[in-house]
C-alpha cells in the first residue's frame, strides 16, 4: 500500500469491542488482569497487554504503530511534545563524559538543552558546521556518542547533506540522529538515507492545524542498546508519555497529512517566488528556491515539496516589528504548520533569551522574518504582505 492509504488502513492491535472504525480515546489509567500471572506478564514486558496508561495505552500504541507502518520503523515512541522526544532521544544516547556533535544551526530550546542542559551532566555538546564534511570528521574522537541535526535548520534553512554525515557516523560506530520535523516523515525514506533515529514534533505537520501537543522518536534498529533505553527508561522514568487524547487528534492528523502539506508547500514555493521579486525584501530563505544554497541536496533527499516554512530579511529590525505590527491576515505567533499562516520574529521572541553574541554564533538575524504557510489562497496572504510592507 501507498502511504496515503496506509495512514488510514493501519489495523488495530486488537479488534475493537464495538468495531469503531476510529481508533476509540482509552481515557483510562488502570487495566484489569484474569489473574496474577497474566498481570506480571503484562508488568514485565511479556506481552503487549497495557499495564498502566503513563507507559502504555492503546490508542498511543495504535498512533505508534500507524507512524511505524508509514516510515518502516522497528519502534516507534510517542512522547508529550517534539522537546520531550528529543530530550528521551539525546539521553538515551548520551552519557556522562560523552560528547555530541551538532550544528551551531539550531532550534532555540534544542541549542539549550544540548549546551546547557546537558552540560550539567557531563555532556559535551561540539557545535559545527554539519555542511563541512572535514569539520566534523575532526570533531569526532572515542566519547563521542551521535551525531545530530535538523533536516531544515529553523530559522536559518540550512540542508546538511544526510548521507555523508551517515557515512561518517557510521565509519565510527555511532548513530545519526536527525530532527526531520520540518519535512514530513511520508515524503522521504530516513532509513535509506543512513539515519538511524528520527526525532519529530508531531505537533507540527502531523496534528493537522495545530490540534495537540506530541513527538516522536522514530527507530530504525540500528543500535539496540539505545533502543532499549528509550523504551525502558526514557519511556517509563522520565514520565512524558503521550497522552491519549492527543494521539487520537495526530491519528486524525495522519489521515490528512499528504495532502495538506502538499498544499502549504505549493503555496510555500510561490510566496517565495513572489518574494524574491518584492521591493523591501533584501533575502529569502526557502530550500524549494534554486538559488537556495543546498537546493540540490535538499531536493534529492526530501524530493520536491521543500515545506511550509520559509524566511526572508527587511532593511532592519525596526522594519520587521513594522511589518509585523501590520499584518491583517497573518497571525502574529509562534508555530510551524498550523491550517493558519504565522508570522514571527524570531530573534526577539524564540532567541530573545539569548545573548547577542550567542545568536550571531548561530546566524540568527535581527533582520528576519519566519513564515509559517497554512492553507490560506496564496494570493490573499501575498496580498497582507504586500500591505504590511508598505506600513
Not at 548513530?175 to 508531531?202: E, H, N
Not at 513572489?274 to 537556495?292: F, I, N, R
Not at 529590525?317 to 501590520?326: L, P, Q, R, T, V
Request: glycine share 6%; aromatic share 8%; hydrophobic share 40%.
Amino acid at each position: 500500500m501507498k502511504n496515503t492509504t496506509k495512514a488510514i488502513h493501519t489495523p488495530y492491535q486488537r479488534r475493537d469491542a464495538y468495531d469503531a472504525l476510529q481508533m476509540p480515546v482509552y481515557h483510562t489509567l488502570a487495566y484489569e488482569f484474569d489473574d496474577a500471572d497474566v498481570m506480571a506478564d503484562a508488568f514485565c514486558g511479556r506481552t503487549d497487554a497495557p499495564d498502566y496508561s503513563r507507559v502504555l495505552n492503546p490508542t498511543v500504541t495504535h498512533f505508534e504503530q500507524r507512524i511505524a507502518s508509514l516510515t518502516g520503523a522497528k519502534e516507534v515512541s510517542a512522547f508529550t511534545s517534539g522537546m520531550a522526544a528529543i530530550s528521551a532521544m539525546l539521553f538515551s544516547a548520551a552519557s556522562a563524559g560523552k560528547n555530541i556533535i551538532s550544528s551551531r544551526h539550531l532550534f532555540g530550546n534544542t541549542y539549550l538543552l544540548l549546551t546547557r542542559t546537558m552540560a550539567r551532566y557531563g555532556v559535551e555538546a561540539r557545535l559545527t558546521d554539519l555542511t563541512d564534511p572535514k569539520a566534523v570528521k575532526a570533531l569526532v574522537d572515542d566519547n563521542t556518542c551521535c551525531i545530530f541535526l535538523e533536516s531544515v535548520t529553523n530559522p536559518q534553512t540550512e540542508v546538511a547533506d544526510v548521507r555523508v554525515l551517515a557515512d561518517i557516523a557510521h565509519s565510527h560506530g555511532i548513530p545519526l540522529i536527525a530532527d526531520t520535523t520540518m519535512i514530513p516523515f511520508t515524503q522521504f525514506d530516513g532509513r535509506a538515507l543512513g539515519l538511524d533515529f528520527q526525532v519529530v514534533s508531531t505537533t507540527k505537520y502531523v496534528s493537522g492545524g495545530a490540534t495537540s501537543l506530541g513527538g516522536v522518536i522514530i527507530d530504525y534498529g540500528n543500535f539496540p542498546e539505545i533502543s532499549t533505553f528509550i523504551k525502558k527508561d526514557s519511556v517509563f522514568n522520565f514520565g512524558g508519555y503521550m497522552t491519549p487524547h492527543a494521539a487520537y487528534m495526530q491519528t486524525l492528523g495522519l489521515e490528512t497529512l499528504d495532502v495538506r502539506y502538499e498544499r502549504q508547500a505549493a503555496s510555500a514555493l510561490k510566496l517565495a517566488r513572489m518574494l524574491v521579486q518584492t521591493p523591501g525584501v533584501v533575502t529569502v530563505g526557502y530550500p524549494g528556491l534554486e538559488s537556495h544554497p543546498q537546493h540540490k541536496v535538499f531536493k534529492e533527499q526530501y524530493g520536491d515539496a521543500a515545506g511550509a516554512m520559509l524566511t526572508f530579511d527587511l532593511e532592519s529590525e525596526d522594519a520587521c516589528k513594522s511589518f509585523i505590527n501590520g499584518l491583517k491576515l497573518i497571525h502574529r505567533a509562534t508555530n510551524l504548520f498550523d491550517n493558519r499562516t504565522l508570522a514571527i520574529h524570531p530573534a526577539s521572541t524564540i532567541f530573545g533569551p539569548l545573548t547577542q553574541e550567542q545568536r550571531d554564533a548561530m546566524d540568527v538575524k535581527d533582520t528576519t522574518i519566519r513564515l509559517s504557510v497554512g492553507l490560506e489562497d496564496p494570493e490573499d496572504l501575498f496580498a497582507d504582505i504586500i500591505q504590511a510592507l508598505e506600513q
